[in-house]
Nanobody
Framework: QVQLVESGGGLVQPGGSLRLSCAAS????????MGWYRQAPGKQRELVAAITRGGSTNYTDSVKGRFTISRDNAKSTVYLQMNSLKPEDTAVYYCYHRLATLRGPDLELDYWGQGTQVTVSS
């Protein structure tokens, strides 16, 4: 069994910063990609940022230059540093880990966090 626990969301003024964390625990064999999605009210879920096992990253255009994704493989944790936040960044943020478990080391599946609310408002 695998669990992903997110932390770091909250209310911040425009121009402010937040750092999200997402730690995985359980019967993990290996972790491939990690990333963050977000979903705003009335909108589809969108990929915000992702990072491969080797450290390659990609970002949606609207956050380039403002958000930074990183990972700590020893801690099975992915981070999202969000700077210069804008009201349009308001959403529920979900992390994922693409991983294989000890019971099925040849099969990689996406596991999701519970979501954390980020609200950017004055």
């Amino acid at each position: 069994q695998v669990q992903l626990v997110e932390s770091g969301g909250g209310l911040v003024q425009p121009g402010g910063s937040l750092r999200l964390s997402c730690a995985a625990s359980g019967s993990i064999f290996s972790i491939n990609a990690m990333g963050w999605y977000r979903q705003a009210p009335g909108k589809q879920r969108e990929l915000v940022a992702a990072i491969t096992r080797g450290g390659s990253t990609n970002y949606t255009d609207s956050v380039k230059g403002r958000f930074t994704i990183s990972r700590d493989n020893a801690k099975s944790t992915v981070y999202l540093q969000m700077n210069s936040l804008k009201p349009e960044d308001t959403a529920v943020y979900y992390c994922y880990h693409r991983l294989a478990t000890l019971r099925g080391p040849d099969l990689e599946l996406d596991y999701w966090g519970q979501g954390t609310q980020v609200t950017v408002s004055s």
